[in-house]
């Protein structure tokens, strides 16, 4: 169901239904009436697409996924003044590049490049300042997402 989540990312809504639809459906079986069951670590499909989404472009800035699959990182943001949302948020923002379609809004490299900027730093940097482990991200990244961070 949340296998190649970034794929589905750009996916047209008929078919996210359709995998919804499946998730509440396993959900009905194991006696839950609803789509979700955190008791059993089953969240909606687009909050686990967010998580590995976030999670690939924390391989890519770590340098632990492939080579041809770091090329597709956009270049680090450099801030040309300083301002409150500059201080405010964490040093390693991606350009976003202006979209003309909903198609290329939709792409892996933009959509996830939004949600990796409007991460806080405490999701992405360890206690000591470096960037934080992948599970360690995973774990503050779902937090956050849930908003329980």
């Not at 239904?17 to 969240?43: F, T, W």
Request: proline share 5%; with cysteine; charged share 20%.
């Amino acid at each position: 169901m949340e296998y190649c989540g970034p794929i589905w990312q750009n996916a047209p809504k008929n078919a996210l239904s359709k995998l919804d639809a499946i998730q509440c459906r396993a959900c009905r079986v194991i006696g839950k009436h609803e789509d979700v069951c955190p008791e059993m670590n089953i969240y909606r499909l687009e909050h686990r697409r967010n998580v590995s989404g976030l999670s690939q472009l924390h391989r890519m800035i770590s340098g632990t996924a492939p080579t041809s699959v770091m090329q597709l990182l956009p270049p680090f943001q450099e801030p040309t003044r300083i301002s409150r949302h500059v201080v405010q948020s964490h040093h390693l923002q991606l350009t976003i590049k202006r979209s003309r379609t909903e198609h290329h809004r939709k792409s892996f490299t933009q959509s996830w490049a939004n949600l990796w900027n409007s991460l806080p730093s405490s999701c992405i940097y360890s206690s000591t300042g470096d960037l934080m482990g992948l599970q360690s991200f995973k774990i503050k990244v779902n937090d956050w997402l849930l908003g329980s961070l």
